[in-house]
């Protein structure tokens, strides 16, 4: 009887379905992304848009001259919690890469995307040039390729499961997105396009998308009422940076060549067939919306003349489409070893040019580096040009010679004068610099004219005692009865700003400052 007895109970071996799909190397991934951008990210300083962030979540409001009011907001939370270490100010943008990363994963899986799909799809973020800048500065960028990643995922939840309860969530990030950056409005003006033009049409007919619209309007709508209550200060900004004719402007095939140096080269055996994948073919007719979301976008930023990084927070959801029609295409013709071989050039090709990006090497052996490379960086503003680093890498040098030089003047104002003693920088970038880094010289919080310092006023400072950053002795003797040349802050030979004039002025001709105030707007 005893060889009757029921076999011995076979525990179950079946791995779990996170394994299966790849997600737990995704998340790995994303480590590593973390790990790498924490390692290395405060090699060089301070960038001067992280000044901008610091300084206006110092003021809290529901807009700014240039931006929305999130990223400011959630910097000072980041800040109080975790310090004021340049590892503390890029925290955000590390965590929020490392996410993208997860979701892109995440919408390859949801495109019916295998394991080798779904890994290929985070590597490609994971090496994308313009990625690893995002989760090296605190910039308004750095939160919305998440954004609009977000906002395509439900989208695509709503498609593949027919259900128009997403678009909700789809509104509610889209809000969100535009309490971050404006430009995420093109993102859903290209997908309303796209559903018009595709049988996903009939979504438009739906209650549900109308309340995610609701959604994205009411959590706009505070910075849309600061903007009407201060006169458009976004608009005209933009107004004002085209009149001046400061950005560089691109044709479209200079537009299409540079979305390539973004992405890096190698992605574009991704990217590109995904775009087509999601226009043309059969597996993809669902989601084809999302094709036309993406043409739509690059027109509308080549027409406006938007800069080559506006379109970069569209690009992983191609890049999840072009890793589904990539695996399945070596699974069909049976050459495996395609696999390992794609994983291979896309690390070696994204260690290659990840230094452009990453501050991996000390400045001078970046030099060398970057002169070796067959591809320049391009650049976005005719002002760049000039500087012998990339202008991300350019504007994290010489603002503690700028600080200290304008300390060097402020220790020249007798004790008893220095109550009414203002100090007025030309850009943000100066008074950024000074309002954060100053302190540890005692220096007072700047006035300036340049975009959201305006809104804040003369603070309280008649005129008749000003520290004077980066001006002619001539122009401001026609404003004071006396000025005293300091002399130039310290060089520093990477920095975009070198070595700006510092005067003391004393006898303001023109009344008070409040007075002027109003003149003293410089938006672009």
């Known amino acids: 009887m005893s060889n009757l007895a029921a076999p011995p109970s076979v525990e179950h071996t079946e791995k779990p379905e996170i394994w299966q799909n790849g997600m737990v190397v995704v998340i790995g991934i994303a480590a590593f992304s973390f790990a790498l951008h924490m390692v290395f990210n405060n090699r060089y300083g301070y960038f001067r848009d992280e000044f901008?962030?610091?300084?206006?979540?110092?003021?809290?409001?529901?807009?700014?001259?240039?931006?929305?009011?999130?990223?400011?907001?959630?910097?000072?939370?980041?800040l109080a919690v975790f310090g004021e270490s340049l590892r503390a100010v890029r925290f955000m943008p590390v965590l929020a890469m490392s996410s993208t990363i997860v979701l892109s994963g995440m919408i390859a899986r949801e495109f019916g995307g295998k394991r080798f799909a779904v890994v290929l799809t985070a590597l490609a973020v994971l090496i994308a040039p313009i990625y690893l800048s995002h989760g090296s500065l605190l910039t308004s960028n750095c939160l919305e390729p998440l954004l609009w990643m977000g906002c395509v995922y439900f989208a695509i939840l709503a498609s593949k499961r027919n259900e128009p309860r997403y678009w909700v969530w789809f509104g509610v990030v889209a809000g969100i997105g535009m309490e971050e950056k404006y430009s995420i409005a093109v993102?859903?003006?290209?997908?309303?396009?796209?559903?018009?033009?595709?049988?996903?049409?009939?979504?438009?007919?739906?209650?549900?998308?109308?309340?995610?619209?609701?959604?994205?309007?009411?959590?706009?709508?505070?910075?849309?009422?600061?903007?009407v209550a201060n006169d458009w200060p976004f608009v005209q900004l933009m107004r004002a940076i085209k009149a001046e004719g400061r950005d560089v402007a691109l044709s479209p095939w200079q537009y299409f060549t540079q979305q390539n140096l973004l992405l890096h080269p190698f992605n574009a055996i991704l990217w590109i067939p995904g775009v087509i994948a999601l226009l043309a073919t059969p597996r993809f007719r669902p989601y084809r919306f999302l094709g036309w979301a993406y043409l739509i976008a690059f027109t509308v930023f080549v027409v406006l003349k938007g800069k080559n990084y506006y379109l970069g927070p569209i690009y992983p959801v191609l890049l999840a489409a072009g890793a589904v029609v990539i695996d399945d295409a070596i699974d069909r013709i049976r050459q495996g070893w395609l696999k390992p071989a794609l994983v291979i050039v896309l690390l070696v090709g994204g260690a290659i040019l990840a230094p452009l990006v990453v501050p991996v090497f000390p400045v001078d052996q970046f030099i060398a580096y970057m002169n070796k490379l067959p591809i320049k960086v391009p650049h976005t503003e005719h002002s760049h040009m000039r500087?012998?680093?990339?202008?991300?890498?350019?504007?994290?040098?010489?603002?503690?010679?700028?600080?200290?030089?304008?300390?060097?003047?402020?220790?020249?104002?007798?004790?008893?004068?220095?109550?009414?003693?203002?100090?007025?920088?030309q850009d943000y970038g100066q008074a950024g610099a000074i309002d954060f880094l100053g302190s540890k010289y005692g220096l007072p919080q700047s006035l300036s004219g340049h975009q959201s310092w305006w809104l804040w006023g003369p603070r309280g400072y008649s005129g008749n005692c000003l520290i004077v950053l980066d001006d002619t002795q001539e122009t401001l003797e026609t404003h004071f009865e006396h000025v005293e040349y300091v002399g130039l802050t310290p060089d520093n030979p990477y920095a975009l700003e070198r070595e700006l004039t510092v005067f003391i002025c004393h006898g303001f001709k023109h009344g008070t400052l409040a007075e002027v105030w109003p003149h003293m707007k410089k938006w672009r």
């Open 52 to 78: 901008d962030y610091i300084i206006c979540g110092r003021h809290l409001a529901w807009g700014y001259v240039d931006q929305p009011p999130l990223v400011p907001v959630l910097s000072r939370i980041f």
């Open 387 to 425: 500087a012998v680093l990339p202008q991300h890498y350019a504007d994290q040098f010489g603002w503690d010679e700028i600080v200290s030089g304008v300390a060097l003047a402020w220790n020249r104002i007798p004790p008893e004068e220095r109550k009414d003693c203002g100090i007025f920088a």
């Open 187 to 227: 993102l859903g003006f290209g997908i309303v396009i796209g559903l018009l033009l595709t049988a996903q049409r009939r979504f438009l007919g739906s209650k549900r998308f109308w309340m995610g619209g609701a959604a994205a309007f009411l959590i706009f709508l505070p910075n849309l009422l600061w903007n």
